[in-house]
């Protein structure tokens, strides 16, 4: 009985005997700075480490991800009780809206690594807003007015969106109106708090759009709420038909496009003239039936017309160009393009120069 005692109070001996483990304690893991203008240059806050153990510790390292935030400390080691301070830089220029940044701090006590995180929201300075965000729509700034989503092929959804910028002070409800039937837009987030960043989100469903090549529409964006003046975007895209499911077979036996011309030469025209006529023929050399899915001039001064969008094996459709000289915006050269738009897999878009010099 006497051993066990003996063995018992050894143990107790070496277990009083062994260091106590330095413990590292933040008073806070956490700054938000809150709303301040971006004029005000960096704005610092600083984080205190508690050492409540019984040894000396130390800041090995702290490291920010993201170059607009930089810590401060020392390395000296922090006795017993003692608190060591890390302070905490953000350089807010050209950094407008809601921002969150992490500082991880590497220590010689457990633990080993303490992740810090400052937060807060930049009013934008008029500058910064200018270059970032130049469209103005009311109290709101857009990176810009046009929603270009590129070419994308008939059945694919194709997600785009726009940058946005509450410069006010007041919290705004933005919403959009208008949009075509294809596309899908939406506000997020659709409370935005004053000096915060918003997208206006948009999805586009090629199938339920009847167009083909470029085709252009507009949704309007209203501010808040309650705001009756709104902005127009423009959405533009090149809508393609999807030829990729087709068979080695198919492919030998599609439609093939062909034209009369590459290019009317109007040569020199007035804009005191009458309107000129032209006219070129699209063939189909393919084996199965061609169709003119579209055929447009983006230019004023020339219209197109064609009266027979399906193109038998061996046919030709003849399209009619009308130029009219005092729709000509160049006083110099006229320099148009008629686009084609058919189910030819090798050439499923052709395009028809139309060029004169202006006297």
């Known amino acids: 009985m ?3 005692r003996i063995f018992v109070a050894a143990a107790l001996s070496a277990a ?5 483990a330095a413990e590292n304690v933040w008073l806070s893991k956490r700054h938000d700075f809150g709303a301040f203008d971006e004029n005000v240059g960096t704005v610092y806050c600083e984080f205190k480490l508690v050492n409540n153990g019984a040894e000396p510790i130390s800041i090995t390292g702290a490291r920010a991800n993201c170059g607009c935030t930089r810590p401060e400390y020392s390395t000296k080691p922090v006795a017993p009780g003692d608190t060591a301070v890390i302070r905490v830089g953000f350089d807010p220029k050209g950094r407008p809206g809601r921002f969150s940044k992490r500082i991880n701090v590497d220590c010689s006590g457990e633990p080993r690594r303490t992740a810090l995180t400052i937060t807060g929201t930049v009013i934008g300075s008029s500058n910064t807003l200018k270059s970032r965000y130049p469209v103005e729509a009311g109290p709101v700034r857009l990176r810009s007015a046009t929603i270009a989503y590129g070419k994308v092929l008939k059945g694919e959804t194709m997600g785009q969106y726009v940058d946005a910028y509450n410069t006010s002070a007041d919290t705004l409800r933005p919403r959009v109106e208008g949009s075509p039937k294809y596309i899908h837009a939406m506000i997020q987030p659709k409370v935005v708090p ?3 960043q918003f997208i206006i989100s948009t999805v586009l469903h090629s199938n339920e ?9 507009s949704l309007m964006f209203y501010p808040d709420a309650g705001s009756r003046a709104g902005k127009k975007i423009e959405t533009v895209v090149i809508l393609e038909e999807n030829f990729s499911k087709l068979t080695p077979e198919q492919r030998m036996n599609a439609p093939l496009l062909d034209t009369s011309e590459t290019a009317l ?3 020199k025209v007035s804009k005191s003239d009458s309107p000129i006529k032209r006219t070129f023929e699209i063939s189909n050399r393919g084996k199965s039936p061609l169709v003119i899915r579209a055929i447009s001039c983006p230019d004023a001064a020339v219209d197109v017309r064609l009266g027979e969008r399906t193109v038998k094996p061996g046919k030709s459709a003849k399209v009619d160009v009308t130029v009219t000289p005092s729709r000509i915006k160049s006083d110099e050269l006229l320099n148009a393009r008629i686009n084609i738009i ?7 878009s052709t395009m028809v120069r139309v060029v004169a010099e202006v006297k």
Do not use: M, R
Request: glycine content about 14%; charged content about 15%.
């Open 16 to 20: 009083v005997a062994l260091p106590v």
């Open 209 to 217: 759009s009847k167009g083909w090549g470029i085709v252009t529409d």
């Open 342 to 348: 058919a189910n030819d897999p090798q050439h499923p």
């Open 265 to 267: 030469d109007l040569g």
């Open 2 to 4: 006497n051993l066990i």
């Open 194 to 196: 004053p000096g915060e």
